[in-house]
């Protein structure tokens, strides 16, 4: 909140010399006679009334004062500042205004209360018979709202991760990290998260929450774990002369593999009359549309990427139609 009237200005004339010496700030310390202690939390919507009623979650806050005797002079302040006395405005804070002035109360708003509206705000009353004040302590809770995060990472398997979260708020937010799977368990309670030796089990989509009594702001990290090819043991395939065969290679690994298909030792390729190969994401598909004599033997699927290789053999063999094997 901007503050005016900085150093106690001489306030307007006519109010009593015991009201003059209430708003100084030394007598002010010494004639306060209740302190309530409020807590308001800021947020997008609501209201809330300080005074004899509880808090509630607010944008704005009321500060009602009840004044009771024939009352002469009647101000609102904060700090060091006079923000209304009586129904002249003293603060340039558009955010503040007066929301009721007569016999029974006196009372003002401020807007979109913030970290700076936090503190003391006093009514100070001068009657018939002598001046008093009552107080109230405004305490603003914030949100949590998360400010640093590490990016998405690409990681080869084996590395060591270090993941950071850190979050702004008040209460000061607990940060905590889990891993989004089905178990759900908190693989933190920190701000760092700390993954040694990553396996590639341990990929995935972390979750960093940060909780206060307010609210809870939640962000996301994935982590790719890279790995060489690991390849699915080969089945062997018996197919009749002139019939159609498929030999079926799979890999796991990422990022994906390339394949690439031997007979024996030479490689084979899919533009060959009668061949075709189909690779789609892990899975590879060596088909022959019309298996000939030359076609059988032994075949070997070689799976590739970045970090290594991994390969299996199969055997297309002939049978006949009854299934026996073709020698």
């Known amino acids: 909140m901007k503050e005016v009237k900085q150093n106690w200005e001489p306030v307007p004339h006519g109010w009593s010399p015991a009201f003059r010496k209430l708003l100084h700030p030394l007598g002010l310390g010494r004639l306060i006679q209740s302190v309530d202690h409020r807590r308001v939390k800021t947020c997008s919507t609501g209201y809330a009334q300080l005074g004899k009623s509880d808090v509630e979650v607010c944008v704005s806050v009321c500060f009602r004062c009840a004044q009771g005797d024939v009352v002469t002079h009647t101000?609102?302040?904060?700090?060091s500042s006079i923000l209304y006395a009586g129904e002249d405005k003293w603060s340039v804070d558009p955010r503040v205004s007066l929301v009721t002035l007569n016999q029974d109360e006196f009372t003002i708003k401020i807007e979109s209360v913030d970290m700076a509206d936090e503190g003391q705000?006093?009514?100070?009353?001068?009657?018939?018979s002598r001046p008093r004040t009552t107080s109230v302590h405004i305490l603003v809770q914030v949100p949590p709202k998360i400010i640093n995060l590490s990016k998405d990472l690409v990681v080869n398997e084996g590395s060591n991760v270090t993941l950071m979260?850190?979050?702004?708020?008040?209460?000061?937010?607990?940060i905590s990290w889990r891993l989004i799977s089905a178990s759900g368990d908190v693989a933190s309670d920190d701000e760092y998260l700390e993954i040694p030796s990553i396996s590639r089990q341990r990929a995935g989509t972390y979750e960093c929450s940060a909780v206060n009594d307010i609210d809870t702001d939640v962000r996301t990290v994935d982590i790719t774990v890279n790995y060489a090819p690991s390849v699915s043991e080969g089945r062997d395939v018996?197919?009749?002369?002139?019939?159609?065969?498929?030999?079926?290679?799979?890999?796991?690994a990422v990022p994906e593999a390339d394949f690439e298909w031997y007979k024996d030792d030479r490689r084979v390729f899919g533009d060959f009359d009668g061949l075709e190969i189909v690779t789609s994401g892990s899975l590879s598909r060596l088909t022959f549309f019309n298996v000939s004599d030359g076609d059988y033997g032994n075949y070997t699927c070689v799976a590739i990427n970045k970090l290594g290789s991994s390969n299996t053999s199969f055997l297309l063999y002939g049978e006949r139609i009854t299934g026996s094997a073709l020698i």
Do not use: I, M
């Open 75 to 79: 101000a609102w302040l904060n700090r």
């Open 238 to 252: 018996g197919v009749t002369l002139g019939q159609r065969g498929v030999l079926e290679c799979e890999a796991d």
């Open 121 to 128: 705000y006093v009514c100070a009353v001068q009657t018939s």
């Open 165 to 174: 979260c850190s979050a702004s708020g008040k209460p000061e937010p607990s």
